[in-house]
């Protein structure tokens, strides 16, 4: 059973920066392409931004390109999200999701299999 826990959520100010981590346990993280979204009161889930298991091409949103880099370190079967310039709007319940190998540079989350629990980012002065 593949299990993935978020971490790094926090409290931000306008304009700041934060990473968040997604650790991979029950495999390994290079067998799924990992994808990170957001949930916000009010709308629908968000996804901002995948890396490809095979060939770790990256992929975003367009609310987030140029912001946020996601990376992978596969000796700590895990991944980052990298957010920077951040907005009041990116204040969200940040999850990291799994897809199957060959499920490659798509957000549709019906194609992601396993789930994290989230980690709530806020943005507020």
């Known amino acids: 059973q593949v299990q993935l826990l978020e971490s790094g959520g926090v409290l931000v100010q306008p304009g700041g920066s934060l990473r968040l981590s997604c650790a991979v346990f029950?495999?390994?993280?290079?067998?799924?392409?990992i994808g990170w979204f957001r949930h916000s009161p009010g709308k629908e889930r968000e996804g901002i931004s995948c890396?490809?298991?095979?060939?770790?091409?990256?992929y975003y949103a367009d609310s987030v390109q140029g912001r946020f880099a996601i990376s992978r370190d596969n000796a700590k079967n895990t991944v980052y999200l990298e957010m920077n310039s951040l907005k009041p709007e990116d204040t969200a319940v940040y999850y990291c999701?799994?897809?199957?190998?060959?499920?490659?540079?798509?957000?549709?989350?019906?194609?992601?299999?396993?789930w994290g629990q989230g980690t709530q980012v806020t943005v507020s002065s």
């Open positions: 999701a799994a897809a199957e190998w060959y499920v490659t540079r798509t957000l549709n989350r019906d194609l992601y299999i396993y």
């Open positions: 029950g495999s390994t993280v290079v067998h799924y392409n």
């Open positions: 890396i490809s298991s095979s060939d770790g091409h990256t």
